[in-house]
Nanobody
Framework: QVQLVESGGGLVQPGGSLRLSCIGS????????MAWYRQAPGKQRELVAI???????DYVDSVKGRFTVSRDNAKNTLFLQMNSLKPEDTAVYYC???????????WGRGTQVTVSA
């Protein structure tokens, strides 16, 4: 069974930075589109950043210019560098792996990011 394990969350002051990591196991990592989602209390889960298996990248508008997604296929690891963090970035951040056809999706358990003074 594919396993995704996130790390790197925590409490940070506004304007600070965090780097999230997601390690995948029992999978052919470079075959998957990888993404970060987040879910704030009382809100729906939203896509934050995606990096496809060919390296195409996209972000939700609210994080453009502040967050950077990357992947190291040799280490089966997905990253999210988050800079200039805002209180509205507070959420549980989830790692997602997906193959489009046939559609297969896996989720990590999430890591909490709290931005507060």
């Amino acid at each position: 069974q594919v396993q995704l394990v996130e790390s790197g969350g925590g409490l940070v002051q506004p304007g600070g930075s965090l780097r999230l990591s997601c390690i995948g196991s029992r999978m052919v990592f470079n075959a998957y589109h990888m993404a970060w989602y987040r879910q704030a209390p009382g809100k729906q889960r939203e896509l934050v950043a995606i990096i496809t298996n060919t390296g195409q990248i996209d972000y939700v508008d609210s994080v453009k210019g502040r967050f950077t997604v990357s992947r190291d296929n040799a280490k089966n690891t997905l990253f999210l560098q988050m800079n200039s963090l805002k209180p509205e970035d507070t959420a549980v951040y989830y790692c997602n792996a997906e193959i489009t056809f046939p559609k297969v999706t896996y989720w990590g358990r999430g890591t909490q990011v709290t931005v507060s003074a």
